[in-house]
């Protein structure tokens, strides 16, 4: 294939444009940031769960004492009812059982106080305890709000790039004759280098040194004479840097 100095020098322009593309397009799959984002949505996950449990604790905790002081406000009903009707009986049978029903009155309204003590104590804990989860959890969910903003913004950035390179290379392909650029976009198709720097005798992609005929091959290939790399196919692009002449 025959090709001008000039188009061959183009294709260097090319490669390096796609490589441009494909360096932002690897940074955008493989940002720091994304590990992070997982590993804090994991934390954040395992906070909440251990959140709702608080919460359910200290509801358990508020119904107990509920129920406790309801109890205690029927118990108190009981004795001020016993004791009014001390106050205004005359039979010695109804003192007596109204006295022994007071005594066990008084001794299960000290056992109900001393419960609400108890539950009230717990009722206290437990609103620490969800107070403490939550402030790990906002602070958690902070940080990586803070991590997801540092990405997207890195990410609005690369596609920034990327979109400036694609019109780069919109502007280079039309100067390409169509052979040249086929032969160099078949190259890329394979995974490789389409295009590099031909420079001490030595390819600018896979970094092999030509020897013996190879060398002399290039060496003596005429200026338009397309030439490839023996190892990796490459075009090689022979410049006034390649020190050929
Ligand atoms: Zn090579």
Redesign the pocket.
Known sequence: MKASPADQKTLLTLQGIDTGVQRATYKAGRLPEEARITELQRELETVRVSHIEKVGVREDARTELSRIESDVTVVEARIKRDSDRLQTSSSAKDVEALQSELTALQKRQGDLEEIELTVMQRVEDADAAVAESESVRNGLQELLDEVVAKRDAQLVELVAERTRLEADRASVVPGIPADLLALYEQRRSRGGTGA?LFRAGT?G??A?ALTGNDLAAVRSAAKDDVVQ?P??S?ILVRTEESGLS
């Open positions: 590099a390819c992609a896979c092999i790399c190892d990796c490459a």
